[in-house]
């Protein structure tokens, strides 16, 4: 069983910055595509950014390009956040699948972490 835990969320001014963590208790990030999604009170979970096991395809979304990043090593998996705007408040989550694809779907995750909320104030 794998198991994520996310760190790094917190308040934060606008236009400041936060770089998440996601860590794997037991297992390393070697064979698995990782991903961040975020679910804003009242909203739907959104993809936020993705990366593969070979950590040569990634994915931003359209809301977050040029101001956030997605990184991996062996242990850990990153989204670092600049540019921070109120619109970016909510709960993080990291997700991580076995497997050498790129994904982009909830369903492709099945191993999730708790959650972290991040805040961004105006």
């Known amino acids: 069983q794998v198991q994520l835990i996310e760190s790094g969320g917190g308040l934060v001014q606008t236009g400041g910055s936060l770089r998440l963590s996601c860590a794997a208790s037991r297992y390393t990030f070697r064979h698995y595509a990782v991903g961040w999604f975020r679910q804003a009170p009242g909203k739907e979970r959104d993809l936020v950014a993705a990366?593969?096991?070979?950590?040569?395809n990634t994915y931003l979304s359209n809301s977050v390009k040029g101001r956030f990043s997605i990184s991996r090593d062996i242990n850990t998996m990153y989204l670092q956040m600049n540019t921070l705007k109120p619109a970016d408040t909510a709960v993080y989550f990291c997700a991580a699948s076995y497997g050498s694809t790129l994904y982009l779907k909830e369903n492709d995750y099945p191993y999730w972490g708790q959650g972290t909320q991040v805040t961004v104030s105006s």
């Open positions: 990366i593969n096991w070979n950590g040569d």
